[in-house]
């Protein structure tokens, strides 16, 4: 009976509880909405007319995007872009921006002089990092769901790579730009159009960078190894294979390395395929250039002249403090900017040390492409932005200039070249934009399949057993269209 | 009317329904997916999706060809599984057998048990990932142990290079992380053997490697039965301490691989579902056999014995 008693008692007291939350609730609501509603509708609404919900829109250029979506889905790999953005054109300064000082930075220009975006809109960025395709699956999980997302859910553009940028835009996922007020510019790099382009030659996006490949060389080592630190003298030494072979050997002797990983040379290869990966059904061909790299590379791995690590390998990039022992680093402009962070260290770093020359074959290594997404709710927004990372000089200008860039703007690179007052401190004040402005003549968008991120990110790895010698070239063969089965099904493999 | 006893079965059944529910949507469902998906062909193909179409038992056969080379990855990725499993739970067995019977002994009397106990079962609730990179950190080519290897020899070792010491990096942190879990676990079945069977076996004159091998053992069959089949089926499904050692193919040459190493492999690029279905199933049936075997060798022994 007690019992009995007690579990009543403490029923009734969990019911009364929960219902005087629930009273609790309705009451929080009913106070507070008819508040929210009067703030909004009653006061604010004669005097500022437009300002939350945007009703007419009178002046002022963004308004007709203000009249789209109120959410700017952003989907990228990493925050190169992401800083680019905030502070060339979004002018939306970092929270712990004040850290150092109050009075903040000489950046605060260029969050000052950034266009903005139209009020109400909020930029959602989601990074989703590309290790194992795990950035391609979430873009196409979300560009699957794009017809039946909300509005605000739809995803506005994302960025793409060189190596997957043809899955992309040869579909109709991606919007032709030219829809919506964004054509190939005469400053544009031609290749950078075509990499955007479908079948057709409908542009689906733009770059803001050009990526022409140098070879990045350590100024100190050099002058050990050849006498001298000067690009055209290095240039010189190291104009074709065979001299970088005779170098190495070189190299070598002195007790340095030529280069930090077996796959350093990888894309100066891969880049001037004459085939594509597969064929017209489908089957794999490796195209030639990659048999010489791999001819290369084993010829460095049982030479000594290269350390075993992979292209991202922690022991590669320790080689870039002012203590590594290797001279040459292959790689475009936001290489050094953005991956080099241990050459830049201002402790065990060696800033200055470094210089660039076209090295033994003319290559372009990434880029990264803006792709407008079928279906976006921000159309204008979204245009403009491409258009002020492409055709906006002051923008392009503070890219190179501030950056260390290589923007995708013929008119403000050449003006840079040309500058002789120009030099990038890191590469010991060596203009970098006029030794890029002659590569990126060279540079060929050609031959790429939808498949080549995996296997030039791939087939490096796959031959290191064989390079190292613990495997057969048949038995890395064997492993590479294994591999290759197992990631792309649609390939067939010999 | 009297005869009417109140039933509170019902309420039981009631109670359980939110695990069946649960289980039915989040457990079985995905399971007959999977053996349902592997007789298809369904794969992605850039943005389109293949399929499915019904491909009977192409899956399997494509995952018993043997590659250009002539080995058959399944075979040799089970064989990594295994061996690496052995190497990792042979030690944690014996180790924690050895540490349970010290916390457990009345002689020993060990003082400050609660605070070994937590210490050995510490490195558990780490996850498998960080300690993975913690000991990626330690042995890599530029890590601590290098350093010192360089310091003495000259020349560095490169441990994920290397077939046996990468599967023994696999094994020790497998070892590692669940050999405190075991140890517990066997304190808890040695504790739950009745003292008076100590008592008696000491009166009669036995010896301590006796009363290990007559009395403790026998009676632990239970526990070690259901450890062994635990630790069996979570080191079939080792995964990710080899994935981030040893890179996503299993380096050096695929020879730290393991089954769902290769299942992931599947999944990474153009995701095959068929195959990777396929494979789950193989698994599944790899599992059951084993444990099937390690249930019936140990159990029955067990039960003869009581029997008597």
């Known amino acids: 009976m007690k019992k009995r008693i007690l579990t009543a008692l403490l029923a009734s007291a969990m019911i009364l509880s929960a219902a005087s939350c629930g009273e609790k609730a309705a009451e929080d609501t009913t106070t507070t909405a008819p508040a929210a509603g009067g703030d909004a509708a009653a006061t604010d609404a004669p005097a500022a007319g437009g300002d939350a919900a945007a009703t007419d829109a009178p002046a002022a250029g963004g308004d007709a995007a203000a009249e789209e979506g109120k959410v700017l889905n952003i989907h990228a790999w990493n925050e190169e872009f992401k800083g680019f953005f905030e502070k060339y054109y979004a002018g939306t300064k970092p929270v712990n921006a004040g850290a150092d000082g109050e009075e903040g930075t000489a950046d605060d220009v260029y969050y000052d002089k950034a266009p903005g975006i139209p009020e109400g809109v909020e930029v959602v960025w989601t990074i989703t990092p590309s290790d194992g395709g795990a950035y391609q699956t979430k873009v196409d999980e979300m560009l699957k769901a794009q017809e039946t997302a909300a509005a605000d859910d739809k995803v506005d553009f994302f960025l793409a790579e060189a190596d997957y940028i043809l899955k992309y835009a040869g579909s109709d996922k991606t919007l032709d730009v030219s829809t919506i007020g964004v054509t190939q510019a005469d400053t544009m790099y031609n290749y950078t159009a075509q990499a955007a382009s479908d079948a057709n030659g409908k542009m689906k996006g733009v770059s803001f960078q050009c990526c022409p490949s140098a070879l990045i060389y350590r100024r100190s080592i050099a002058k050990e190894v050849i006498g001298s630190d000067d690009p055209a003298d290095v240039q010189a030494a190291l104009s074709d294979w065979t001299k970088f072979e005779e170098v190495a050997a070189k190299a070598k002797d002195l007790g340095y390395y030529m280069t930090a990983s077996y796959a350093e040379t990888y894309r100066t290869f891969s880049n001037n395929a004459t085939e594509a990966w597969v064929d017209a059904d489908n089957n794999l061909v490796i195209p030639g250039v990659v048999k010489e790299y791999i001819a290369q590379a084993k010829k460095f791995m049982d030479n000594g002249w290269t350390l075993p690590d992979g292209i991202w390998g922690d022991e590669k990039n320790a080689q870039m403090f002012a203590g590594g022992k290797t001279m040459c680093f292959f790689g475009p402009a936001w290489y050094y900017n953005f991956s080099m962070g241990n050459a830049q260290d201002p402790d065990a770093g060696c800033f200055g040390d470094w210089a660039i020359c076209q090295g033994p074959q003319a290559h372009f290594w990434g880029g990264t492409w803006l792709l407008a997404a079928t279906g976006t709710d921000n159309p204008t927004l979204v245009a403009d932005i491409m258009n002020a990372f492409t055709i906006n000089e002051d923008i392009c200008s503070a890219l190179v200039q501030n950056e260390k860039q290589f923007s995708n703007n013929t008119t403000v690179n050449q003006k840079f070249a040309d500058d002789p007052n120009y030099g990038n401190a890191f590469l010991g004040g060596q203009n970098d934009t006029a030794i890029f402005v002659e590569l990126a003549k060279n540079i060929k968008f050609e031959n790429s399949t939808i498949y080549d991120q995996l296997l030039n990110e791939g087939l490096p790895g796959q031959f290191l057993g064989y390079f190292e010698g613990t495997a057969t070239e048949e038995e890395a063969y064997a492993a590479f269209y294994q591999y290759v089965n197992e990631n792309y099904p649609a390939i067939v493999t010999p | ?308």
């Open chain 2, 1 to 308: 009317m009297k005869k009417k006893s109140i039933s509170y079965a019902k309420w039981g059944y009631i109670f359980i329904i939110p695990f069946f529910l649960v289980y039915f949507i989040c457990s079985i469902i995905p399971l007959l997916s999977t053996f349902y998906y592997s007789f298809f062909e369904y794969y992605e193909n850039g943005l389109d999706v293949i399929g499915p179409t019904f491909a009977g038992f192409d899956n399997y056969i494509a995952l018993f060809t043997p590659t250009k080379s002539g080995n058959i990855k399944l075979l040799d990725c089970t064989y990594n599984t295994m061996i690496m499993w052995i190497m990792g739970a042979v030690p944690q067995i014996v180790v924690a057998m050895v540490l349970a019977l010290i916390f457990t002994s009345t002689r020993l009397k060990i003082k400050g048990q609660r605070f070994f106990k937590t210490v050995i079962y510490m490195p558990n609730l780490i996850m498998a990932s960080a300690f993975a990179m913690l000991m990626f950190t330690l042995f890599s080519n530029v890590g601590p142990v290098n350093q010192i290897i360089q310091g003495i020899t000259g020349e560095t070792f490169n441990f994920f290079r290397n077939t046996w010491s990468a599967r023994t990096l696999v094994a020790f942190v497998n070892f590692l992380m669940w050999f405190g879990n075991t140890t517990i676990l066997f304190m808890a079945g040695i504790m739950g053997i009745d003292q008076s069977l100590f008592e008696a076996a000491s009166i009669d004159g036995a010896t301590s490697t006796q009363v290990f091998f007559k009395v403790t053992l026998p009676l632990l069959m239970p526990i070690i039965v259901y450890t062994l089949i635990t630790a069996l089926i979570g080191g079939l499904q080792m995964f990710d301490v080899p994935q981030l050692l040893c890179g996503g193919s299993g380096d050096p040459n695929g020879t730290t691989c393991t089954l769902v190493m290769y299942l992931n492999s599947f999944l990474s690029g153009y995701r095959n579902y068929g195959m990777a279905g396929a494979l789950s199933v193989i698994l599944f049936i790899i599992t059951g056999i084993l444990s099937f075997i390690v249930y019936r060798s140990l159990v029955t022994d067990e039960s003869k014995g009581g029997k008597k």
